[in-house]
């Protein structure tokens, strides 16, 4: 097993000054020492990048040592005003960590385009992958090999098979992977859940996943291709996904709406919903028996390839009925059972009866993972090598069933699944569908 320990006693004994930083003493930070602390990596510094990359530079056991993007720096990401890449990222840093320092100075956070050369650093523990999702089973396979633990984000996988592969590499290695699912982080998430699970709307009978509709367009109908801008590694950004020609709709913030790179919405939001949904159930280590599309519709031409809005239904071993659905309000995931309900969403959280809301959950009944913050969650497991609030097999098998209506809703017709083999019960057209070819050199 991999032990963070053991290759920080290593740089110690070595005396490796890599890990140290260069002009700040150790006291500046409070009582952590800088060898106990937990050097990141963070690849990809796109919109979400970013943002865990702030969260982390909150955590003061934390050390941001690397960023990596293959874009240097530029706008036109989800937002115009939104300026990003490695280059802002390693500024940001920077300016984090000199505001800390006495002098007011800090150099100490290496910039790269190639995340093996991060992975090849033996001072960085673990890193962030906050990358297009086409990107996550190589990285993550990688990293599990290098003996780093991850936080990778949601949706897990790309495909199913891609999944898998993620959950093997993790327990080969004995790494820690927190799925970027911070719902799972979320008191009321889990307060959602714990009342569900422990019976307090009866028995459960449905639940309802949301997810949002598009939220950016790309040219419809014939497209003309781009020149590829300086400063954007393109071959990189595809990588193991199918080569095509560039557009700038095609990759930053946009490629969720490409099937080559996501899932669409199932998974971008779906990573979320059906996640809550599986956890509610009590089957966030398995997934839904069978699969059926219930009205989604697909463009028809243009750049982008995803559903266009998100119809299908499932249903689980235990007769409990899941629906996942488009649809533009607060509400994440919706539990009914037969004596009342609940509802968690980003607005809010409502339960029938109204009382739901405000009792605790007793000593006898369900308390499931608490986990306040999902970075400082995966700090702390990376020093105790306890599971994270979202581990692989979880992120994993949510990130499943949102594979599996996409399958459904593309196939249009009624799906059988095995959960236990991971497999459609004799469809084979829709079991080539679990996994993709990966452009070379890529591969698991
Ligand atoms: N947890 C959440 O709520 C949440 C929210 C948004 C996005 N996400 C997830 O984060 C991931 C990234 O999404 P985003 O919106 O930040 O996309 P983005 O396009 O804004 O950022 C991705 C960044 O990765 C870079 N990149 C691509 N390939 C790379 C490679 N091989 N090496 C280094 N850098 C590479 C891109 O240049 C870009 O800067 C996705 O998996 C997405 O689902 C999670």
């Avoid at 309900?341 to 369900?366: M, R």
Wanted: aromatic residues 10%; charged residues 25%; hydrophobic residues 35%.
């Amino acid at each position: 097993m991999k032990s963070h320990l053991t290759r920080r006693s290593f740089l110690a004994a070595t005396g490796a000054a890599l890990a140290a930083p260069l002009v700040v003493p150790s006291t500046v930070f409070g009582a952590l020492a800088p060898s106990n602390r937990i050097h990141i990596g963070c690849i990809g510094t796109g919109n979400q990048g970013t943002q865990d990359m702030q969260a982390f530079l909150q955590e003061a056991d934390a050390r941001v040592l690397a960023v990596c993007d293959v874009n240097r720096a530029s706008a036109g990401y989800r937002s115009a005003d939104q300026f990003l890449g490695r280059d802002p990222a390693q500024k940001l840093v920077e300016k984090f960590y000199a505001e800390k320092s006495p002098t007011g100075a800090y150099r100490g956070c290496d910039s790269y385009t190639d995340f093996r050369e991060v992975l090849a650093r033996p001072d960085i523990d673990a890193v962030a992958i906050v990358v297009p999702d086409q990107w996550h089973a190589v990285m993550t396979v990688m990293a599990a090999r290098a003996g780093k633990d991850i936080y990778c984000e949601k949706p897990l996988s790309l495909t199913v098979e891609d999944g898998r592969a993620m959950v093997e590499a993790v327990r080969r290695t004995g790494v820690v992977l927190q799925t970027g699912s911070h719902e799972r982080s979320h008191r009321n998430a889990r307060f959602a859940c714990e009342l569900v699970r422990s019976g307090r709307i009866g028995r459960l009978k449905r639940i309802q996943a949301v997810v949002g509709s598009w939220n950016k367009f790309g040219p419809t109908g014939a497209w003309t291709p781009m020149p590829v801008p300086e400063g954007f590694d393109y071959e990189t950004w595809l990588g193991p996904a199918p080569w095509q020609p560039y557009h700038k709709d095609r990759c930053l913030y946009s490629f969720r709406f490409i099937l080559d790179y996501s899932g669409g919405q199932t998974t971008n939001y779906g990573a979320h919903s059906l996640d809550l949904a599986q956890w509610g159930n009590d089957a966030d280590r398995t997934g839904p028996v069978e699969f059926e599309d219930a009205g989604s519709t697909w463009p028809t031409d243009g750049l982008y390839t995803v559903a266009k809005t998100v119809h299908f239904r499932a249903r689980y071993a235990n007769g409990v009925e899941l629906e996942c659905i488009t649809r533009n309000d607060n509400v994440s995931c919706r539990f009914e059972g037969t004596e009342g309900w609940v509802e968690y969403g980003y607005g809010g959280f409502l339960t029938e009866p109204a009382s739901l809301k405000t009792s605790t959950i007793g000593p006898n009944e369900v308390h499931l993972y608490e986990s306040a913050n999902h970075f400082r969650n995966f700090l702390d497991c990376i020093k105790t090598r306890q599971e994270p609030a979202a581990p692989v097999e979880i992120g994993h098998r949510s990130a499943t069933v949102c594979h599996l209506g996409n399958i459904a809703m593309q196939l249009k017709r009624k799906l059988r699944w095995d959960p236990e083999a991971e497999q459609f019960i004799g469809d084979d057209e829709a079991n080539r569908m679990l996994g993709r070819a990966k452009r070379a050199p890529w591969h698991l």
